[in-house]
C-alpha cells in the first residue's frame, strides 16, 4: 500500500512538471548558423578521441596573463586615486594600457563562450577581427588622451568635477 502510494506521489510530482528540466540553447536570432549534427557529434561512438594539440599560448599562459593584468590593476588604481590623479604621466599609461589588455581578454573570453565557431563559423571570426580593430582604436585614443591630454585620470577628473560644478578656473 505504501509503495502504492509513494508511486502515484512520484508520478504526480514528475506530471506536475517539478523534476522536469528544460534547458534551451543560447542563440544569437541575427547570425547565421552552421548545420549541426544531432547531439553535436563527431563521428561514431567507436572513433578513438583525438585530443587537441596541446598550445601553452592559450592555455596556462593565457590564464596566468589574464591573472596578471587583473592584479596589476589594483595598485596602479589606487596609486591614482591616491594621488589625487596627480601621479606620474607614466603610471597614467600603464593603467590605461592594462586596463585596456584586460577589457580585450575579457570580451574575447565572451566571444569564445557566447559565439562559438563550431556553430557560428565565419562570424565568429567576423567577431574577433571587430574585437582587434576596436582595441586597435582604442589604444590609439589612449595614446591621444597621453600626449595631447592630460591622460586619462585627468580627463576623468576634468569629467567629475565638470559634473558636480566645481571646475577649476584657469588663468588665461
Known sequence: M??????????????C???????????IPFLSKLPQKAGGVEGT???????PAVDKMHGSYHWDFE???AVAMVPLAVTQLASGGSAPQVADAVLAS???GHVYIGFQSCIIDYIPRRVY??????????LTLGSVFSA????????????????LTSLW????????????
Open 2 to 15: 505504501f509503495l502504492q502510494r509513494s508511486v502515484l506521489l512520484g508520478r504526480s510530482v514528475a506530471s
Open 17 to 27: 512538471g517539478l523534476q522536469r528540466t528544460a534547458t534551451r540553447a543560447f542563440t
Open 45 to 51: 561512438p567507436n572513433d578513438a578521441y583525438v585530443p
Open 67 to 69: 591573472r596578471a593584468l
Open 98 to 100: 592594462v586596463l585596456l
Open 121 to 130: 563559423g565565419r562570424n565568429y571570426n567576423y567577431a574577433m577581427y571587430l
Open 140 to 155: 590609439v585614443g589612449i595614446y591621444k588622451l597621453e600626449t595631447e591630454e592630460n591622460g586619462v585620470i585627468g580627463v
Open 161 to 172: 568635477k565638470a559634473g558636480s560644478g566645481r571646475e577649476e578656473k584657469k588663468d588665461a
